[in-house]
Antibody, heavy 122, light 107 residues
Framework: QVQLVESGGGLVKPGGSLRLSCAAS????????MSWIRQAPGKGLEWVSYISGSGTTIDYAASVKGRFTISKDNAKNSVSLQMSSLRAEDTALYFC???????????????WGQGTMVAVSS | DIQVTQSPSSLSASVGDRVTITCRAT??????LNWYQQKPGNAPNLLIYAASTLQSGVPSRFSGSGYGTDFTLTISSLQPDDSATYYC?????????FGQGTKVEIK
């Protein structure tokens, strides 16, 4: 069964740090890009970061670049998001997502975890 | 960044109605357009990728069309289970961007 399970969310003060983790199962993890996508309460979806299957290609949304770091451990089938200098506007449900890259046949997000909530507040 | 704009932002329709949601990109994105359905309290679910390819397991009443800048998601016969928010998303260029969502309610 293909599954993604996030953990690590919680309440943190502005300027603080938090590390999110995502455990993958049921597919060949090293072959897939992985992304983090967030959703602020009552709002839409915002892509945050991606990492390639091997971990060598990484990119971030402008809103988090320089503050967030994505990493991937193919031996443990896990992907992480280290978040620092957190702001109130980072408050959101963070989804771990399988990021399929097929080029002209489609690039899309096909498997989503249930999300882990991050709240940034004093 | 490529922006994608959905319309309408919400709609109310009856069971059995044909429902259409549109998505417009700020530049040509070929067929790099996906559609997701999100029900309250749940993660989004992929419905359509590459503008018109139905994801495995998705009912055939859902279909997608379009190329370039203008795209459409159609529900041919609305069912009670289709009450949800629908998002389009472009995958032509990073950052991947989503539309603002269309909330579909059943009358």
């Amino acid at each position: 069964q293909v599954q993604l399970v996030e953990s690590g969310g919680g309440l943190v003060k502005p300027g603080g740090s938090l590390r999110l983790s995502c455990a993958a199962s049921g597919f060949s993890f090293s072959e897939y890009y992985m992304s983090w996508i967030r959703q602020a309460p009552g709002k839409g979806l915002e892509w945050v970061s991606y990492i390639s299957g091997s971990g060598t290609t990484i990119d971030y949304a402008a809103s988090v670049k320089g503050r967030f770091t994505i990493s991937k451990d193919n031996a443990k089938n896990s992907v992480s998001l280290q978040m620092s200098s957190l702001r109130a506007e980072d408050t959101a449900l963070y989804f771990c997502v399988r990021d399929v890259r097929r080029g002209s046949s489609g690039d899309f997000f096909d498997i989503w975890g249930q999300g882990t909530m991050v709240a940034v507040s004093s | 960044d490529i922006q994608v704009t959905q319309s309408p932002s919400s709609l109310s329709a009856s069971v059995g109605d044909r429902v259409t949601i549109t998505c417009r990109a700020t530049q040509s994105i070929g067929n790099y357009l996906n559609w997701y359905q999100q029900k309250p309290g749940n993660a989004p679910n992929l419905l359509i990728y590459a503008a018109s390819t139905l994801q495995s397991g998705v009912p055939s009443r859902f279909s997608g069309s379009g190329y370039g800048t203008d795209f459409t998601l159609t529900i041919s016969s609305l069912q009670p289970d289709d009450s949800a928010t629908y998002y389009c998303q472009q995958s032509y260029r990073t950052p991947r961007t989503f539309g603002q969502g269309t909330k579909v309610e059943i009358k």
